[in-house]
């Protein structure tokens, strides 16, 4: 069910210390070999300090719990799909970076499904601004609870 | 670092290598879990997934867009990439071949940036899509 009440809804922030064994680790689970990753020599060389993964925010999972969920009302997290994501980049992230990141509701809204009921969609965003104040990325997610359980395709 | 694309050199229609996975399997599956932190057990429980009435456990959708994303900084260079933006649209499952690649449809200039701008498409071995989206990044 739509509950629009919940827009505009934020969350505590919570801290994200970039951590290079989670990097290295988060590389080799999407099968990037590059040596910017791994060669801290080479990175800092090139790019001025090991850099992340563009996906590597995905990992504030780990930084993250109730309090820092703006909370979602009514959806029920257990028909919950991902349907989409993004990421926009503003200043480059580094190991070493401390992000603080907060996250609120962007939007919520309906639609019919077409396997049949109603899908809500739930839109979140994430600010992160590093340990100089700095914004550096956003990162939005679209999570879509279905009106049924989901077989499979 | 100067951008690894040379603007001037880029055209609309461009082709990003294809970066291809054969055969993506469940410790794939495994390995992103524990990196990522998603434990939603649809990927790697299958006590869990057949009681839902799935088959077997099938791919996180990040997982395949972290495929994807290498795919684009492996062309556009790491630490260029100033947009990434992805949709799910089929499962990935075991055995399946992923095959990422995109292509280059504007180039523009911003805020005195020099971006190039395309699609992004993951296909599975049968020609569907497991994932579509989109990128903005950096050029020189």
């Not at chain 1, 996906?55 to 504030?60: G, K, N, P």
Request: glycine content about 10%.
């Amino acid at each position: 069910m739509a509950d629009k009440s919940i827009v505009g809804r934020t969350g505590k922030p919570f801290k994200m210390p970039i951590e290079w064994s989670k990097v290295r680790e988060f590389a080799r689970a999407i099968k990037d070999p590059s040596p910017l990753y791994f060669d801290p020599e080479l990175a800092k060389k090139e790019l001025g300090g090991i850099p992340v993964p563009v996906t590597f925010l995905q990992t504030s999972a780990f930084w993250t719990d109730e309090s820092s969920s703006p909370g979602f009302g009514g959806f029920d997290l257990r028909r919950i799909l991902h349907g989409e994501q993004e990421f926009e980049f503003f200043k480059p992230i580094f190991v070493g970076d401390v992000l603080t990141g907060v996250t609120k509701v962007a939007d919520v809204y309906e639609k019919e499904g077409g396997r049949g009921g109603k899908m809500t969609f739930l839109v979140t965003e994430t600010e992160y601004t590093n340990q100089r104040g700095e914004k550096v990325a956003v990162s939005r997610s679209t999570l879509i609870e279905t009106g049924q359980a989901v077989k499979a395709n | 670092m100067a951008a690894k694309l040379k603007y001037d050199a880029v055209k609309v229609g461009d082709e990003i290598p294809k970066f291809v996975v054969e055969g993506v399997t469940r410790p794939d599956f495994v390995r992103y879990a524990g990196a990522s932190g998603d434990f939603v057990p649809l990927h790697y429980d299958q006590t869990f997934v057949e009681a839902a009435g799935i088959p077997t456990v099938f791919a996180q959708g990040m997982f395949t867009a972290g495929l994807l994303s290498k795919a684009l900084t492996d062309w556009a260079g790491i630490g260029n990439v100033r947009q990434f933006k992805v949709r799910f649209a089929t499962r990935v499952w075991p055995g399946d071949t992923v095959t990422c690649t995109g292509k280059v449809t504007n180039k523009l200039e911003k805020d005195g940036e020099k971006l190039v701008e395309g699609e992004l498409i993951v296909l599975n071995q049968k020609g569907e899509a497991a994932i579509r989206g989109s990128f903005r990044a950096a050029a020189g």
